[in-house]
């Protein structure tokens, strides 16, 4: 089936589980608040794991919303996810797709739900973007040019953006940064971040897809790949280069955004960065899995961001401290209390209008609904944050594969005098996956 994105957007079609239907259903933002029903109506992209039992669920037990459709490349996961809304609607609503365009163009729709693979983050965020929607959508981005043009194309728009990220609205984390920012560990000087290494996968022999995977549109603009058995695993595409950047956006995207705040640096992202790393040779995996970073801000805070000798996603293998002028706090381990120099900083506490640092949030899903009653662009993880956020992880990867130290220019959002690593900033060119449907 070819179909062509803008006619697509433009021609009001919509397809349930591939038959052809034409919805009437006006947006519930336009009807208003004497419509009988005016809840917030969602539509979810990717009813992985983390789609369906975080972010559908989250959403779904909320009054405010409504679930209309459900989507993944996956058909039989589409199905699933709306097995899910309709028993907690008590009836057959939910529409199951396999093509997210479905999605993104049902005038029915206010807000989307990304929950893919890294590599179509941004491309399905623009796109909804660009039919009216508003965004939540997971971390990360796949490359720095990725989220320039997300940011930009969200700052310029009235659609609202949320990063489906819940470290900020972690107590801990919270309690961490508002520490430093009001100095009780002094001066801030260092920060170690300790995350868990990646594998190297072995290689394996293209198969035939399974019945219900749309194989090219799980690609989408990634370039082209056979199907293996194991490569839409979530512990397998994150360490292809085509689909993720592996553990250190994966896994940096959570302790690094938190680091990074506590730096406090007014141009947000570092100056200069490096360090080695591995990429496997020989693998099925071919980005960094295991890392030694060194980063140095403007404000003269040094980061180092490193694996340690636990495996991927062992919470064990997590660790975050800040180190200033007269002590330190840190927390060794996903799950662990929260430790000090001193024992007297764990009891310190701040009223709202003294402490430099924000307000504890909400939950990135009750904040997101919050600004979307409020139609406020300031929700915990804005564009912006994800992008700044990406960028110095990014700029890891490519120190690790080039080889060499790179200097950073936060303002222009440029390497300095290095046009091997400025061209790296960008992606591949995207894939005409459409020509292919």
């Given amino acids: 089936m070819k179909i062509n994105r803008r006619h697509f957007i433009k021609s009001g079609a919509a397809v349930t589980a591939g038959a052809m239907v034409s919805p009437t259903i006006i947006p519930s933002h336009v009807i208003g608040e004497n419509a009988p029903s005016n809840r917030i109506t969602f539509g979810f ?20 919303v409504k679930v209309v459709a459900v989507c993944d490349a996956f058909l039989n996961k589409a199905k699933n996810a709306k097995a899910i809304v309709d028993e907690a609607y008590g009836n057959q609503d939910c529409r199951a797709y396999q093509d997210f365009r479905n999605i993104i163009q049902d005038p029915s729709i206010d807000v989307v739900v990304i929950s ?16 009216g929607k508003d965004v939540f959508c997971e971390k990360p981005t796949l490359s720095i040019e990725e989220g320039q043009r997300l940011t930009k194309a969200f700052a310029k728009s009235d659609r609202i953006f949320q990063t489906g990220l819940e470290d900020r609205s972690l107590i801990h984390f919270h309690r961490m940064v508002e520490w430093v920012k009001n100095g009780a560990i002094g001066d ?32 989408g603009p990634a370039e082209y790949h056979p199907y293996t058995r194991r490569i839409t695993g979530g512990f397998y595409w994150r360490y292809i280069d085509r689909y993720s950047k592996g553990p250190i956006l994966d896994m ?14 007014p141009l947000v992202c570092p100056v200069e960065v490096s360090g080695t790393g591995e ?38 293998g997590c660790f975050l401290e800040f180190r200033g002028t007269r002590g330190w706090v840190r927390r060794d381990g996903w799950d662990s209390s929260l430790e000090a120099s001193d024992p007297s900083i764990l ?27 409020k139609r406020s662009p300031h929700t915990t993880y804005p564009a912006i944050d994800l992008h700044q956020m990406c960028t110095t992880l990014h700029m890891g990867v490519i120190c690790i594969q080039l080889g060499r130290k790179l200097q950073w220019d936060p303002k222009k959002e440029a390497f300095l005098n ?20």
């Fill in 347 to 373: 009891r310190l506490r701040y009223e709202a209008d003294e402490s430099k640092h924000w307000p504890h949030p909400q939950s990135e899903h009750l904040n997101f609904l919050s600004a979307l009653k």
């Fill in 279 to 316: 990429i496997p040779v020989g693998s099925l995996s071919d980005v960094p899995i295991k890392y030694d970073l060194k980063y140095r801000y403007s404000n003269g805070v040094e980061m180092t961001v490193k694996n340690g000798p636990k495996g991927y996603w062992d919470p064990d």
């Fill in 252 to 265: 940096g995207t959570h302790l690094v955004d938190t680091a990074q705040i506590g730096v406090n640096d």
């Fill in 116 to 131: 893919t693979p890294d590599h179509w983050h941004v491309p399905m965020s623009l796109m909804a973007l660009e039919a």
């Fill in 45 to 64: 992209i990717g009813m992985g794991p983390q789609g369906t039992n975080i972010n559908l669920k989250s959403f779904l037990g909320q009054k405010e």
């Fill in 418 to 437: 290095d046009t091997v690593a400025n061209q790296m900033r960008k992606g591949p060119e995207p894939r005409n996956w459409e020509a292919e449907a």
């Fill in 188 to 219: 801030l000087e260092q920060v170690e971040v300790r995350m868990p290494a990646g594998v190297a996968n072995d290689i394996e022999e293209p198969v035939k897809p399974p019945a219900d995977l749309d194989w090219n549109l799980w690609q």
